[in-house]
């Protein structure tokens, strides 16, 4: 199965490229990081004093992550479509099977730390470089319009993910065994395509 990661901070356009990618293969799914959020009362408490919450590793149910990305993996086959909440702080699980995953995308902010928990495992990485005021831009309309926050809400929260997503890898020696490669607005997505497949 071929693993592809997509990453980059709130706003980069992670969820848009991977489904400009699932329409161009076949036999494709996409897991999102951020289908897996903590839920009940801790995460509802942690969401509403820890600042910037949802951008931080607390935040990522990693356990359940990697049991439906190790499901998939060994079974080319998933059974659960899962869908976060962030106004009621849950977990939407609908069974929904596919069958013959023959690519598999993994996309969000917490894609690249997940990626560093694979040793030896042969995957393509794509970083999204896009600038911050685009960014800034498409997170909150997105904001507004599917989490209810204001315009100065939404736009401080941004800037505090933005610098947590950077700082995170800023000292990170750990050796990439994936195939990396950057993307920016210039870059040639067929192109790109052509290369992984």
């Known amino acids: 199965m071929k693993l592809i990661f997509i990453s980059g901070p709130s706003g980069s356009g992670k969820t848009t490229l991977s489904k400009i990618i699932i329409g161009k293969i076949k036999n494709g799914i996409i897991l999102s990081t951020d289908n897996y959020y903590k839920t009940g009362l801790i995460s509802k408490l942690l969401s509403n004093f820890v600042e910037s919450y949802f951008d931080r590793s607390i935040s990522f149910n990693f356990k359940l992550f990697k049991k439906d990305f190790n499901f998939i993996l060994k079974n080319g086959i998933s059974i659960h479509e899962r869908t976060y909440n962030f106004e009621k702080k849950t977990i939407n699980n609908l069974l929904n099977k596919t069958k013959n995953i023959n690519y598999l995308i993994i996309e969000g902010i917490f894609a690249k730390e997940f990626s560093r928990t694979l040793y030896n495992q042969n995957y393509s990485f794509l970083e999204l470089k896009i600038n911050k005021k ?36 800023k000292n990170n020696n750990v050796k990439n065994y994936a195939n990396e490669i950057t993307i920016t607005k210039k870059t040639n997505i067929d192109k790109i395509l052509k290369k992984l497949f």
């Open 134 to 169: 685009d960014c800034m831009n498409r997170v909150v309309k997105r904001d507004s319009k599917e989490r209810g926050k204001q315009k100065k809400q939404a736009e401080a929260d941004f800037l505090k993910s933005w610098d947590i997503y950077y700082e995170k890898f």
